[in-house]
């Protein structure tokens, strides 16, 4: 599903776009998050509704930034995070700010002697004693710092644990202040990936671990002592935001997240030198289970132990065609498990959040080897069928991939209905259950299914008489039938119910002895891309020009209840769809592109808009037409039809 841009955020206002502004915010700044996305941005959300939330929930919990924000207002926060170094940040700068702020003598002193111990003489003294084996274990043979430095970062850390002793809360202040160093008293530099630093990058660095680490540890002094009012609490709930706890369901007023982007980054490679520094790893071998686990963001997350990820159609357009082009197997691996993973992440976020609860994400598209991922149509696509409801799609900043694509970052927002969803509830568990629980909300009633309009374009492919509503076969296959099982339409007519079947990752059937009907239904299910139907428009030019028609073909015309055949077309006109009927009863297998062409011809053969071929009549029921004969060429409004659906 394709959301218009909303006109609430204007490109480049910064707004939700980086970690950048929460870098000047006290608390937020404790640790250079390049991931991260804007403080202010959480805190206008947590504005933004008419019902203030009284929680929020952040499936990437990362740096902090949304449980921070939300403590700084009162508000209790809960998340879910794999990286447990970046667990350890979130829970500093909410609990243990909590507690320093409660404890404030008891902070300032314990901060105030580390401050005295890792002054720089004494802090080159306390680092002579340092064993690096642990070091050279963890990294055989990779220089990431300069010898006297990595000594001085370890003995800062040694120091820390020394000064806290049992005082948890001090330890972890310390120790981040020390971690939040890691890579700038290094020789590497973290800019979307961690790296080693150029030649140019060096030219006026100068390390002096006893200053970076005094002035970190004197910030957080500072920041602690402006905290006002009383700061909310905060709760990690699961490693994995694909499964979350039951005590969690419908208990949360607000999601907000930033998820990892399909864009290849390696988000624990990012942070390896500072889970081994604070003992979450030993060695880089160790980041390994963390990949799998992971959401497949990255083609290092791609792996045989996750086993098949979920079939979406939508996703398979695109992945199909990187499955031709791209230099790596694993890029369209990567985007087939990233969309599922993402549908996990959003039915279980669906199940956290109240009725009425709402869903914000900060997401942007990708390009690989010249193909446009549209990261933020797949999520809209996936949480409509988890069943939110798409709200808004806001545009936040413009950007560029490596090579020179434009790109856009978005922010998606969706709602968890109020009225009763049948297919989410546990309770319904039983097919009569689920028949009693759809007949008493009739849930395709509730907007936005009652519009005219709702539902995937291809559904109005070609007019017809009788059609479902794609709205109730849209309910109907999310209520009755499991992710990934399958449907039968024993009388498909144009594919209503398969269509919405198969957009929603269950295996499709249709059949239906018309053929009208099953042309079209065949075209739904197996929709070209848009350049093969119109190269086929020019190939199928070229069969229409070959073809003769004869005085039987001219007979045939002679049919007709309201009119005859003849009475609706120009002349000239009339040839063209002679001819054409007769290719398309030559032969019943056309390949999909032509197929779809003939859905598409079906559609303008008569009616009273501007695309008809005919003379004026009524688009399902061809009525008597009236109206001048004016020539209408047949390939042109063919392909102005195939362009618009």
Same mark, same amino acid.
């Given at each position: ?20 502004? *929460? ?89 105030? $002697? ?25 990294? &055989? ?42 890579? $700038? ?72 997240? !930033? ?25 880089? *071998? ?33 992945? !199909? ?10 890029? #369209? ?25 709402? =869903?914000?994400?900060?997401?942007? +598209?990708?390009? =690989? ?34 090579? *020179? ?10 709602? $968890? ?16 259950? $689920? ?27 070609? *007019? ?24 039968? +339409? ?7 119910? #398969?269509?919405?079947? !198969? ?24 929709? &070209? ?6 190269? !086929? ?81 009524? &688009? ?26």
């Amino acid at each position: 599903m394709t959301l218009p841009f909303g006109n609430g955020r204007e490109a480049g206002n910064g707004l939700g776009v980086t970690f950048r502004d *929460s870098k000047r915010l006290p608390v937020h700044g404790w640790y250079p998050y390049v991931e991260g996305f804007s403080a202010q941005y959480v805190t206008d959300a947590l504005l933004r509704f008419d019902s203030r939330p009284k929680n929020i929930y952040d499936p990437f919990g990362g740096a902090g930034t949304a449980q921070v924000a939300a403590s700084h207002v009162g508000l209790p926060s809960f998340y879910a995070e794999i990286n447990p170094f970046m667990r350890f940040v979130a829970e500093t700068k909410v609990s243990s700010a909590a507690w320093a702020q409660q404890h404030l003598l008891v902070w300032e002193k314990a901060a105030g $002697k580390y401050l005295e111990e890792v002054a720089p003489q004494r802090l080159r003294k306390a680092a002579r004693s340092v064993d690096l084996a642990g070091y050279h274990a963890a990294f &055989p043979n990779r220089d990431f710092f300069e010898e006297q430095h990595l000594r001085e970062l370890l003995a800062a850390v040694r120091l820390a644990e020394e000064i806290a002793g049992r005082r948890q809360h001090v330890k972890n202040l310390l120790l981040l202040a020390c971690a939040a160093n890691t890579v $700038k008293s290094s020789h590497m530099t973290r800019r979307a990936d961690l790296r080693r630093r150029r030649p140019d990058e060096y030219k006026t660095r100068m390390v002096d671990v006893s200053q970076f680490i005094s002035s970190t540890v004197s910030s957080y002094l500072q920041d602690i002592r402006t905290l006002s009012t009383p700061l909310g609490s905060s709760a990690y709930i699961s490693s994995d935001a694909r499964s979350i706890p039951d005590s969690v369901a419908e208990s949360i007023d607000l999601a907000i997240t !930033s998820p990892p982007y399909l864009n290849g980054t390696n988000y624990f490679r990012n942070t390896k030198l500072e889970l081994w520094l604070l003992g979450f790893i030993s060695s880089e *071998s160790d980041l390994g289970p963390f990949r799998q686990q992971a959401i497949c963001a990255g083609i290092n997350n791609v792996s045989a132990v996750r086993g098949e990820p979920r079939f979406f159609p939508f996703v398979e357009k695109v992945a !199909s065609k990187l499955d031709e082009v791209a230099y790596d197997q694993r890029i #369209p691996k990567m985007v087939r498990h990233y969309c599922s993973d993402m549908h996990a992440v959003l039915q279980q976020t669906y199940r956290a959040l109240r009725p009425g609860g709402h =869903f914000l994400l900060d997401i942007g +598209d990708s390009c =690989f080897c010249g193909v446009h991922v549209p990261t933020d149509n797949f999520i809209t696509s996936l949480a409509q069928d988890v069943g939110f409801e798409c709200i808004a799609k806001n545009l936040l900043a413009e950007r560029y991939s490596k090579d *020179s694509t434009q790109l856009t970052q978005v922010e998606l927002v969706f709602r $968890k209905p109020t009225s009763m969803n049948c297919r989410r509830n546990p309770a319904a568990t039983g097919l009569r259950e $689920k028949i009693r629980q759809f007949g008493a909300s009739l849930p395709y009633k509730e907007p936005p299914y009652t519009k005219r309009n709702w539902g995937h374009p291809l559904h109005s492919l070609c *007019s017809y008489q009788g059609k479902l509503k794609p709205a109730i076969a849209h309910w109907l296959v999310n209520i009755f039938v499991p992710q990934g099982g399958s449907v039968l +339409d024993p009388l498909g007519g144009v594919g209503t119910i #398969p269509f919405e079947a !198969s957009s929603s990752g269950r295996f499709a059937v249709s059949v239906d002895k018309n053929r009208f009907a099953a042309t079209v239904a065949s075209a739904k299910l197996r929709p &070209p891309r848009l350049e093969d139907a119109c190269r !086929s428009i020019t190939e199928l030019g070229n069969l229409i020009a070959e073809t003769r028609t004869s005085d039987e073909d001219y007979a045939a015309a002679e049919f007709g209840l309201n009119a005859r055949v003849v009475d609706y077309y120009h002349p000239d006109t009339l040839a063209e769809v002679l001819k054409a009927r007769k290719l398309f009863l030559s032969r019943s297998d056309w390949p999909d592109d032509m197929i779809f062409l003939w859905a598409s011809l079906l559609h303008i053969l008569h009616g009273n808009r501007p695309y008809a071929l005919s003379r004026t009549s009524h &688009p399902i029921t061809p009525l008597n037409p009236s109206g001048a004969f004016e020539y209408r060429p047949l390939l042109g409004r063919l392909k102005q039809r195939v362009e618009t659906a």
